[in-house]
């Protein structure tokens, strides 16, 4: 049975600051990093898809993206110019993954050999002179691309500072690799895709649950990013159709997109006055009309929409039931942590205690959120 270990693991990205040595407007979170890089990945990977790229495969981007989502959190110390010097020394680099694998495998074990074994050989192919993984080029070329996009926020307020232009070198060396992919192309050359982005980049500023103080502080946009992994998470270790999987992932990945729009308004706001909860969804599908599906080429928005419309509804594409414990899990662990650290506040132990009993009879093929959610009380000794 998978463990409560592995939602507070990916949970530890919120806290881990990135560009910490570096004058900045904000914080960036390496969560919130990782979010942004998916989002552009499932970009590329789009018009790869448009031009008739048949070895692209979504399962794989998702895996890579998860795989290095657990490989930073162990490595996340290590500054880039320390950490690609290791990679130089394979012999050194081969030692480093072979302790990363060592270091979260007690985390990981209950998804299965499979994921485990691909955990290890991602990490460990990482030594290898060359890479034709396209799937695995686009998650590099997200990564890159994200980089860039915080790098010139920090630049700005930094012009002078420290080793800003080795780091603009280094980035744009980097950058070169992936210009022969397509979708890269594409992608750099489109200003309504890169508006996308850009506007997705927005979510990070957003703090989820703003009225209340919180330790952690989540992001909108990190937030979706826990959302996908949960559902996928869900699926290692349940019988789930591959399509839906995937589906069930991206759906995650965007279900608050439109909060870009609304921001994000907590469910006692909603539901203030009747009939106001139905009023915010028909103003976001409009302005989503307007303002977020015209920045896409027209054949994804019906893909878009899926995403992003009535995202907790099941039907023959998606398991909405499922996205939606990922989200009511998501929303269990910023009250639990918070509490955690020591901070007490009724509405977060209202928040845990009504989660818990909505699902105190909900189960899903190799897990019981009855148990699940009864540990997370355990662990803390509460009762309420």
Known sequence: MISNDIFLKIFEAASMQRWNDQVRAVEMSELDKQAHKMVAAYVIARLEEDAGNRSIDRTLLIRYGLY???QRIVLTDLKPPLFYEIKQNREKYLELNLWVYKKTHPFIKGLGSDFCDGFKDYILSETQTSDTDINRNIISAA???VTKWEYDIISRFNPGGYQVEEIKSSIEKEQEKFAQISGVRSFLSSPKLLSFINICGQLRFQVRWSHIYRVPRTSVLGHMLI?????????CVGDFNPQKTLNNYFTGLFHDLPEVLTRDIINPVKKSVEGLDGLIKDYEKSEMDKRIYNLLPERWHD??????EDEFEDTPLRDGKLVKAADDLAAFIEAYLSI???????????????????YKDF??????FKIMYDRFFADMGLDF
Do not use: C, P, W
């Open 340 to 358: 955690k650290n020591g901070i007490k506040n009724e509405n977060l132990e209202n928040a845990m205690t009504n989660i818990r009993v909505k």
């Open 303 to 308: 893909e878009m929409r899926q995403y992003t």
């Open 227 to 235: 959302v996908a992994i949960f559902t996928y998470l869900f699926s």
């Open 143 to 145: 990564h890159f691309y």
């Open 363 to 368: 189960n899903l093929t190799g897990i019981d």
């Open 68 to 70: 290095e989502y657990l």
